[in-house]
């Protein structure tokens, strides 16, 4: 049996906190975000050190000054940014660092390289080069990589985070696999559905404290949450708007470059209408592309009854967008909080380019005591926020000027429950507020829950919209990949 | 405020502390050093190299680079001084202005508009402005200015040169614009998050193009300052001024990734490569060995910057 135990009095990141880990096990740790999971994962692998406690593997003591030497002991991680060299072949990118020999030749490293591939059934070839290949198959990439050096435990950061259902099988059929080969996987996922699907015990963190360890078999659904949020949650998917009949937005023929094709929509007052489809099939294009983003063109436009022509800023006009991934695309992250949510909103605080900071203190409190944002002062960088605040930052920023209509796109990607839930609840005042709403999102269950319609895209191109009493996880699946529905 | 505070301030702005560090320890070595007319002899001696490094402050942290500035200044210098000698002062300012503020807006609308990196179109414009200064003079220096032209660079108010004078007025210029005002907002906002920054309504374009249009306006107010000192303008101007400048910037705090830096910062760091400078020379070494001394300051800057 393995058995790591670790233990940090008085720790403000991880308090007492301990985990064990069986050979051949599926072991899910779950947490909201700050919870302490990444403190821990980067104790597991050398990248920090525990002010107290211990490391046991196979009964010894170890300690890892550095993630070379957790490595070499066979505790291999693969993060949500993978490390790979874009421009390197498969096989290059598994032996870097891991050349024995100088003069290996390239023939040689790529046969060695496919034996692994072929041993494992990993649906790639070693003289591939890294950048064609997507996200899912770098991810089995570094796998490989893991397993090239006898990696005996493989700690996987939210894997499943940026790939398809499709690829998520896949994966899940691996980890299955490499459970044969006596191999470890700690897995980290904040989809409580794949918990239950692959995991076989699951270990909760809050707060930097250990709550539990449990047998998957043994717990429910509810517990788990629970668990994870130290309170009960009524409804995870809370639901309270209003449809009304009128009509706020309307776009016909829409065209994003490649991506999106006649596509042509409307929305209700009121109304939250989804947008879901897989990774590639043009639904956060759609987003971006009426936003003025990404070059589009469409037939017709209509916005409170009004047609617009894209001549200006489409901020200018009400239109809004909470875009896709917050720390590249929504934050500075080297701002404060103030000055990221001032960023959207000069005109507010400035008169011919000066900004009052008097004014801008006081908007800024206003939004963080408004969305209940979590900081030490509106001081401080929105990088060190966790990402359930940084998400309400970006959505204080673009909610401040109160827009006709918003595009979210993927709103809670990466963030803990809790936050989902408050993510959902601003969503349904919105819509009661009048603002048109539109949610693009992955994650079926909450498309399903939350849209009143739901538009279904395929390849670019719009399979339907689905009424309230059509939508389901089967119906959106299905035109997802393309297939009709009677 | 209290030592701790104090404390936490200054390691915000490592600059400072080097510099006073530098400046005792000089103080040590020569006792001609300390002295106030050493003092204004140097920050005269900076008051040019600082006034490009300010415009190179803001190209930073934006994320972008300035390598033009020591082509602009010579572009500028010359064809205002042709101008001067045809007789009007006036003008022949204003047209310098106009030529590094031309300059600038070139640079900033290839950066913007095309999408090329700016460490290659400035190169370019460097290269195609030196030339055109060479073309412009046939390669000759052109001197002798009225003499209200030369008070610019020789003058002194109560003491104080005027180039200084002239340093400091730009100085808080920008040090309220990157502090106060929209554009200092957005120029950090840019250098931190491009695409963030667009997509909360920000046209990056336009306020790139007035960042780079500043850096050659700035370029452009230095090359008048030692044109007027030195009673005439040389087609070598501005030589390697580019990289003075940056390491004035980078001592200073900024990151050349963008979204980081102070005026401030940039203020002291010109301020050190300027009394190392000086007292190196007051120490009688070797001007052999001085670029190696600013390197290592700079290297240690940095080692220093990146622990924080």
């Known amino acids: 049996m393995r058995n790591i135990v670790k233990e940090f009095p008085g720790v403000l990141a991880l308090n007492k906190v301990r985990f064990d880990l069986y050979e051949g096990e599926v072991h899910a740790l779950l947490g909201e975000n700050g919870a302490g999971k990444s403190t821990l994962i980067k104790i597991i692998s050398g990248v920090y050190k525990p002010d107290f406690g211990e490391i046991y593997i196979n009964g010894r003591k170890s300690f890892f000054a550095n993630p070379t030497e957790a490595i070499q002991e066979g505790v291999a991680t693969i993060h949500q940014e993978l490390n790979l060299f874009e421009e390197l072949t498969v096989a290059e990118n598994i032996f870097v660092g891991n050349i024995k020999k100088f003069n290996i030749s390239k023939s040689k490293m790529i046969k060695i390289t496919d034996q692994l591939l072929k041993e494992f059934n990993f649906p790639i070839k070693a003289s591939e080069k890294v950048k064609y290949l ?10 490989a990589k893991a397993l090239s050096l006898n990696a005996k435990i493989i700690i996987m950061d939210e894997p499943t985070a940026t790939i398809t259902e499709h690829e998520t099988k896949r994966l899940f059929e691996i980890i299955k696999d490499l459970k044969r080969k006596k191999i470890s996987v700690i897995f980290i996922s904040h989809r409580l559905e794949e918990v239950f699907e692959i995991a076989d015990r699951v270990t909760v963190l809050r707060d930097g404290n250990y709550i539990g360890t449990s047998e998957i078999e043994n717990i429910s659904r509810e517990e788990l949450i629970k668990m994870m949020v130290g309170r009960e949650i009524e409804e995870m998917y809370p639901k309270f708007n209003k449809i009304s009949g009128e009509e706020i937005f309307k776009i016909e ?13 409307d929305v209700k007052k009121g109304e939250i209408f989804g947008i879901a489809g897989l990774v590639g099939s043009g639904k956060l294009e759609i987003a971006l592309g009426i936003y003025g983003y990404l070059p589009s063109k469409w037939k017709q436009l209509i916005l409170n009854g009004k047609k617009i022509t894209p001549s200006r800023n489409m901020l200018d006009y009400g239109i809004a967008l909470v875009p896709e991934d917050r720390k590249k695309m929504g934050l500075v992250l080297e701002m404060d909080v103030m000055r990221n949510i001032i960023l959207q909103n000069t005109d507010e605080v400035s008169r011919f380019g000066k900004i009052s900071w008097k004014k801008s203190k006081i908007i800024a409190t206003e939004e963080v005591k408004k969305y209940a944002i979590k900081v030490s002062s509106i001081k401080q960088k929105v990088k060190t926020l966790s990402g359930g605040n940084q998400q309400k930052v970006v959505l204080s920023k673009v909610l401040r000027k109160r827009p006709e209509i918003i595009f979210l796109v993927e709103p809670t ?7 989902k839930v408050e993510v959902y609840n601003i969503v349904n005042k919105l819509a009661n507020e009048g603002v048109g709403v539109v949610f693009i999102s992955s994650e079926l269950p909450e498309i399903v829950s939350l849209c009143d319609r739901v538009l279904v895209m395929h390849r670019g191109r719009s399979m339907g919209i689905l009424n309230k009493n059509k939508i389901n996880q089967e119906n959106i699946l299905k035109l997802a990949t393309g297939v009709d529905i009677k | 405020m209290n030592w701790k505070g104090i404390l936490k301030k200054l390691k915000e702005y490592p600059a400072i502390v080097g510099f006073v560090g530098i400046v005792i320890f000089f103080a040590f070595l020569s006792d001609r050093f300390l002295t106030l007319s050493n003092f204004i002899n140097v920050f005269r001696q900076v008051s040019i190299q600082a006034i490009i490094a300010f415009g190179m402050t803001l190209v930073i942290i934006s994320g972008g680079i300035d390598l033009s500035v020591g082509s602009v200044f010579a572009l500028s210098a010359v064809v205002m001084a042709s101008v001067l000698k045809g007789g009007s002062v006036l003008l022949g300012v204003l047209v310098a202005l106009l030529v590094g503020a031309l300059l600038g807006s070139i640079n900033g609308v290839i950066v913007a508009k095309g999408k090329i990196q700016p460490f290659i179109v400035t190169l370019a414009t460097m290269a195609i402005a030196r030339s055109l200064t060479l073309v412009f003079t046939q ?13 610019i660079g020789r ?3 109560l003491g104080i040169p005027v180039p200084v004078i002239i340093m400091f007025g730009i100085f808080a210029i920008i040090f309220y614009i990157s502090m106060f005002t929209k554009l200092g907002l957005y120029t950090y906002a840019i250098g931190g998050n491009e695409t963030a920054a667009k997509l909360s309504g920000v046209k990056v374009d336009k306020y790139k193009i007035i960042i780079y249009m500043l850096s050659g306006l700035l370029s452009a107010i230095a090359a008048i300052i030692l044109t007027a000192r030195l009673n005439s303008a040389q087609p070598t101007f501005g030589t390697g001024y580019e990289l003075d400048a940056i390491a004035a910037v980078v001592l200073g705090g900024a990151s050349l990734a963008g979204g980081k830096g102070t005026v401030i910062g940039t203020l002291f760091g010109a301020l050190i490569m300027g009394i190392l400078n000086n007292g190196l020379n007051l120490l009688n070494v070797s001007p052999f060995y001085q670029q190696a001394v600013k390197g290592i300051v700079i290297l240690i800057a940095v080692l220093i910057e990146r622990e924080n």
Do not use: C, H, W
């Open chain 1, 134 to 143: 997507n996200t899912s198959e770098k991810q089995l990439v570094s796998i």
């Open chain 1, 253 to 265: 023929n829409l065209e994003v470059g490649e991506y999106v094709k006649d596509v042509s929509f």
């Open chain 1, 413 to 419: 990607r990466g963030i803990d429950v809790g936050a």
């Open chain 2, 139 to 151: 390669g000759m220096p052109i001197t002798g200015f009225p003499s209200s032209f030369r008070y």
């Open chain 2, 155 to 157: 003058g002194d108010i």
